[in-house]
């Protein structure tokens, strides 16, 4: 290859584009185009979300107007110049003539993207970017539109018209981006679906997830390649006539240009196959852990897997980045499991076929969730949602909340599917009820409580009975409260447990979120709470001594912790009792080394005692949760106040005692013979192996913590709570039962950088508005307490009175109250409008400052970013003015009364 040659002519067109202000003014109109489409609409604002998705969206729209306007004029310009001839004349093969073109328009192309760069300085003005995110943005940018310009070329080859040429090059790229719309234009489904994996908007759709795929980069490379060897054949059509002497030449070049395409057919399936990605963002947004990768590569072709997700194309700001999770992990899945994994995901919208499909074959429904747009509140129905079949086999996740972690809830479902049996996890009877049924005393229908539900999807669930010896082996046994149990009942229970049977043992010395639940300490609750019926004795508690003596561990029932740590300074009406365990406590909190603690970051028990190995005990104690050094105890005798009534509330005199010392809340229990012997393999297990894992509080099971984990982060409540409690109880599960598979999935969670400039100006304007209607609910408060004062004082006036009969007074406060009644009701109603009123202008007035805070960053994002090709432009243009004016005599210039000729 003759390099200097193929330089000249690069040179060349390179060159001829910038000497002209025409070439700028495109440029400009690019970089305008990419700014409306990236900080324009409005959901840029609603997403929140300091990345360049909806021009991602846009931008092979945008390409499809400017490549052609940068390719109409490679070829046919030469031809319209009569340049042509001239140029083949050159010592250059047609390769090396197409090539220099080829390369002068992608550098054209590549000086448009560098001058698009204004949009990441917005962005980083903006908030605190992904700049691993946008670095694949521009690759995949410039992936495609150096695959458009090389289809671009073809069209200018075609004619010697700038006008044809541009036409042309629409028309020519037109199907590679209309293929992404073609679920739109295509009635049948699995075409659609084809037709879209031929376009450039599907492959595209890797790097703008931050992913550099080997697929991807072979598709356009492949583009490449074929249309400038057709490029090379329309030049070499002048040789036609003389090479073939009558000779079908266009058929031989076009059986080479169809083996050409079947090559890069085949190599495509090859990269496909192979399936190489990178991913660049900084959060690893677009990668799942690599125990996903393990356990979708274990998957099995011949019982493949299928998931049919339901998501709606638009949902509020508060659900973007759920939604992007979801629909992250679904592809990569798709990609991992090749024709073991068929994913399926439908745009669904409300009253749509997809909607109706969804709620007829699995039973989902449109979620209702509040929505927040220019400061004003609307609640939206989305859909968030997936099933997972195999076989007769199939898990439904009906809506994906915020909190949910969209890896493990997926992985799982994918793996207790495809598995031909799941663990069996048995459920101790005990007096605190997991399971629904039917409440005798409320009459009522119970659901079961959501740690039951959570649990089947991933195990054969199934309650044991305590009355009869338990000879039946689990892969774990689940014991809320064992205290409980009947004196045969604990029997049979510490024997399953001196056998190894492994278990999960929850013991709460006062159960705070469930009062039905009888303490460690305390009797058992009356079968019939009935306080008209006669009530029979409460049944005998079994002794649960023995337990804790097997276990080589002190539980002492009459003593609560009580810890100082609070992470949420905002919530101060925590009791002390209330211990948030954390890094932040000042001690150990989690064992880093254990899997079931690794990846925690906070988990909150409520009430619960201190654990403590015995004395003399040979067992391994490993500690999993410990308070920080800032703590103490409350005797159990001195937790309680209970009043005339016989109702028991939480005494506030009770004496916290301050001790310093850290206290285990939970920990592992196992004798040293069971140290490496897998929970499930029951075989092996001989007598007196306790292999156990105590948690000194059952509240770490209640639905609260389940709901906490659901709505995650609200960037709308005064606090949004971050509890990994529900993560703790599913690892400490998985762990006694030797399946390990999910437990570091459960702790990823990706995070998506936000528009933290306009969240610092909005959070502003909230918080003034919140402080104006507080202030304004107190004065409403205020005034509806001197009301009702007034009217009081008004008849204690009245029947003080000394000289009146007691009948009449009587009367006259029987009607003073009435009318007085009235008229406050009256006073109450109008200070009520006053205030929905004020609060009305208050949201108003904050609806109207997010949108100026909005539209202000909106004008400075669009109009900043197209000044400096703008300003190229006017300098390139009165320097070529100067240039021509230079040696022409003054009375030839305009302005001077001449011509120049």
Not at 37 to 63: G, H, R
Not at 272 to 290: C, F, N, Q, Y
Not at 795 to 819: F, G, H, I, S
Request: hydrophobic content about 45%; some cysteine; glycine content about 6%.
């Amino acid at each position: 290859m003759r390099t200097h040659a193929l330089f000249s002519i690069f040179i060349r067109n390179f060159k001829s584009y910038f000497a002209s202000p025409i070439g700028y003014v495109f440029i400009c109109a690019f970089v305008l185009l990419t700014a409306v489409a990236a900080f324009w609409p409005n959901e840029f604002f609603n997403t929140n979300l300091a990345n360049l998705d909806q021009l991602n969206a846009k931008l092979p729209w945008i390409m499809l107007v400017f490549i052609p306007a940068i390719t109409m004029s490679v070829w046919a310009e030469e031809r319209r110049q009569g340049t042509d001839e001239l140029l083949l004349t050159m010592p250059a093969t047609d390769f090396e003539v197409v090539l220099g073109k080829y390369l002068a328009a992608l550098a054209i192309f590549i000086v448009s993207l560098l001058f698009s760069l204004s949009n990441l300085v917005v962005l980083e003005g903006l908030g605190n970017p992904d700049l691993g995110l946008l670095a694949a943005n521009y690759v995949g940018y410039g992936m495609t539109g150096a695959a458009m310009l090389s289809v671009g070329m073809v069209a200018s080859f075609l004619t010697g018209n700038l006008t044809v040429g541009f036409v042309l090059g629409v028309a020519f790229n037109a199907p590679l981006v209309f293929a992404g719309a073609a679920d739109a234009i295509i009635p049948w489904d699995g075409l659609a679906r084809f037709v879209a994996q031929l376009g450039v908007v599907a492959h595209f759709d890797d790097p703008a997830r931050g992913l550099l795929t080997l697929t991807s980069v072979v598709y356009f490379l492949s583009i490449v390649v074929v249309m400038l060897y057709l490029c090379m054949v329309l030049i070499g059509r002048r040789h036609w006539v003389v090479r073939s002497a009558g000779a079908p030449m266009s058929a031989h070049y076009g059986v080479r240009t169809l083996a050409l395409v079947a090559i890069a057919i085949g190599v495509n399936a090859l990269a496909h196959r192979l399936d190489v990605r990178l991913d660049l963002t900084s959060e690893r947004l677009s990668s799942v852990s690599a125990q996903t990768e393990a356990l979708i590569e274990q998957l099995d072709p011949d019982r493949p897997v299928f998931v049919d997700a339901y998501i709606s194309p638009a949902v509020p700001e508060r659900y973007v980045q759920t939604r992007l999770n979801l629909l992250s992990t679904l592809r990569s899945i798709s990609a991992l499991g090749g024709d073991a994994v068929v994913v399926r995901v439908n745009d669904t919208d409300r009253f749509s076929r997809e909607a109706a499909e969804a709620e007829e074959l699995f039973g989902i429904t449109a979620e209702p969730v509040p929505a927040s747009t220019g400061g004003r509140f609307s609640i939206d129905e989305i859909y968030l949602g997936l099933a997972v079949m195999s076989g007769l086999d199939k898990v439904v996740v009906p809506f994906f909340d915020r909190g949910i972690p969209v890896e493990y809830e997926l992985v799982r479902s994918i793996a207790t599917v495809s598995q031909q049996t799941r663990r069996r996890l048995g459920v101790l009877t005990t007096d605190a009820s997991l399971f629904g049924g039917f409440d005798m005393q409320t009459m009522s229908a119970r659901a079961d409580q959501p740690i039951i539900t959570e649990l089947r999807k991933q195990y054969d669930v199934v309650q044991v009975d305590p009355a009869q010896p338990l000879t039946e082996r689990y892969d774990v046994l689940l014991a809320v409260q064992p205290s409980s149990l009947s004196p045969p009942a604990m029997t049979n229970f510490i024997d399953a447990v001196r056998r190894g049977q492994p278990t999960a043992i929850f013991e709460d010395p006062f159960p705070f979120l469930d009062p039905s639940v009888p303490g460690t300490a305390e009797p058992k609750r009356p079968a019939n709470s009935n306080p008209f019926m006669q009530q029979p004795p409460p049944e005998p508690k079994g002794d649960i001594t023995p337990l804790w003596e097997l276990l080589g561990v002190r539980f002492d029932p009459n003593v609560i912790v009580w810890d100082d740590y609070n992470p949420y300074p905002k919530m101060q009406e925590f009791y002390p009792e209330f211990v948030f365990i954390g890094d932040g406590g000042g001690a150990d909190a989690f064992d880093r080394e254990h899997p079931v603690t690794s990846g925690l970051q906070q988990v909150l028990t409520l009430f619960a005692t201190a654990l403590a190995p015995a004395a003399g005990s040979e067992l391994s104690f490993t500690p999993l949760l410990r308070t920080g050094v800032e703590s103490g105890y409350v005797a159990y005798q001195d937790l309680l106040q209970r009043s005339m009534f016989g109702r028991t509330s939480i005494n506030p005199r009770r004496r916290h005692v301050k001790t310093g010392d850290s206290y285990v809340l939970a920990a592992r229990i196992r004798t040293d013979e069971t140290q490496d012997t897998p929970a499930g393999d029951h075989d092996t297990l001989t007598r007196d192996q306790p292999n156990v894992t105590l948690v000194a509080d059952i509240d770490l099971l209640q639905s609260a913590f389940f709901v906490v984990r659901a709505t995650g982060q609200d960037p709308d409540a005064p606090v949004s709570f971050d509890f990994d409690n529900v993560t703790f109880v599913l690892n400490l599960l998985d762990e006694l039962a030797g399946d390990d598979r999910f437990v570091p999935i459960r702790s990823r969670r990706p995070r998506h950088r936000t528009l933290t400039a306009v969240e610092r100006r909005t959070e502003t304007a909230k918080a003034q508005a919140n402080e104006q209607s507080r202030l304004f609910l107190d004065a409403f408060e205020e005034q509806r307490s001197e009301a009702e004062r007034s009217l009081n004082e008004e008849l204690a006036r009245l029947q003080e009175r000394p000289d009146a009969d007691a009948r009449e007074v009587a009367l006259e406060v029987a009607m003073m109250t009435q009318v007085g009644q009235n008229r406050l009701q009256g006073q109450i109603e109008t200070l009520e409008r006053d205030r929905d009123r004020e609060l009305e202008r208050i949201e108003r007035d904050l609806a109207l400052q997010v949108r100026q805070v909005q539209d202000t960053y909106k004008l400075a994002a669009v109009g900043l970013p197209p000044i400096p090709p703008l300003l190229v432009g006017i300098v390139v243009y009165l320097r070529r003015r100067t240039l021509e004016r230079i040696g022409v005599p003054a009375a030839r210039l305009r302005g001077t009364g001449g011509r120049i000729a």
